[in-house]
């Protein structure tokens, strides 16, 4: 099994679920208006609950622009979420919605989680936000990624099902 190694690896952008020093990072490249990442958004949700305290946990954005217009908009509006302490509640709103998401929909997301609106507005349109899904873009396209989901444990693509089961045997595997 031949595998991509990921670099750079869990670094100070990204939106990180679980403990902060868990040993062990996961790295999803995935798109909100995707079926297979929404089906993964399920699967991650159980392996972060089954490992808490080992894992650290990343999504990164890798948008199919042409066949889902708003990807772009939804993964701006994480990241502005994320500015306001509200990223991980925003990803689950979006992954929820299971792809029935417009601009509309992510400004009304945004007022019902309470975000500061003129300041979620600014930041969605501004260059940090951008910065950000631009980064995520550069590095799946460095590692190869014509599509997702696609996983990263330890650096090394996962090659494996998508399974609950099969995700923790390989974490439960890694000596740390």
Same mark, same amino acid.
């Given at each position: 099994? /031949? !595998?991509?190694?990921?670099?750079?690896?869990? #670094?100070?952008?990204?939106?990180?679920?679980?403990?902060?020093?868990?040993?062990?990072?996961?790295?999803?490249?995935?798109?909100?208006?995707?079926?297979? /990442?929404?089906?993964?958004?399920? &699967?991650? /949700?159980? &392996?972060?609950?089954? #490992?808490?305290?080992?894992?650290?946990?990343?999504?990164?954005?890798?948008?199919?622009?042409?066949?889902?217009?708003?990807?772009?908009?939804?993964?701006?509006?994480?990241?502005?979420?994320?500015?306001?302490?509200? !990223?991980?509640?925003?990803?689950?709103?979006?992954?929820?919605?299971?792809?029935? &998401?417009?601009?509309?929909?992510?400004?009304?997301?945004?007022?019902?989680?309470?975000?500061?609106?003129?300041?979620?507005?600014?930041?969605?349109?501004?260059?940090?936000?951008?910065?950000?899904?631009? +980064?995520?873009?550069? +590095?799946? #396209?460095?590692?190869?990624?014509?599509?997702?989901?696609?996983?990263?444990?330890?650096?090394?693509?996962?090659?494996?099902? !998508?399974?609950? /089961?099969?995700? #923790?045997? &390989?974490?439960?595997?890694?000596?740390?």
């Amino acid at each position: 099994m /031949s !595998y991509i190694t990921l670099k750079p690896r869990i #670094n100070v952008g990204d939106h990180v679920q679980g403990e902060k020093d868990a040993p062990i990072e996961i790295i999803e490249f995935g798109e909100y208006f995707n079926p297979y /990442s929404q089906k993964m958004f399920k &699967v991650m /949700s159980q &392996v972060i609950a089954a #490992n808490r305290g080992r894992i650290k946990y990343t999504f990164r954005n890798f948008p199919d622009r042409e066949r889902h217009p708003f990807a772009d908009l939804a993964a701006r509006a994480t990241h502005a979420a994320f500015l306001q302490g509200k !990223y991980l509640a925003m990803h689950q709103r979006i992954f929820e919605a299971m792809g029935d &998401v417009n601009k509309d929909k992510l400004m009304r997301f945004a007022q019902e989680l309470g975000l500061d609106m003129p300041q979620f507005i600014k930041n969605i349109n501004g260059q940090e936000c951008l910065n950000k899904l631009i +980064t995520d873009i550069e +590095t799946a #396209n460095r590692c190869g990624l014509v599509r997702v989901p696609a996983l990263f444990i330890q650096g090394e693509r996962y090659e494996g099902e !998508y399974y609950p /089961s099969d995700i #923790n045997k &390989v974490i439960a595997g890694i000596e740390v």
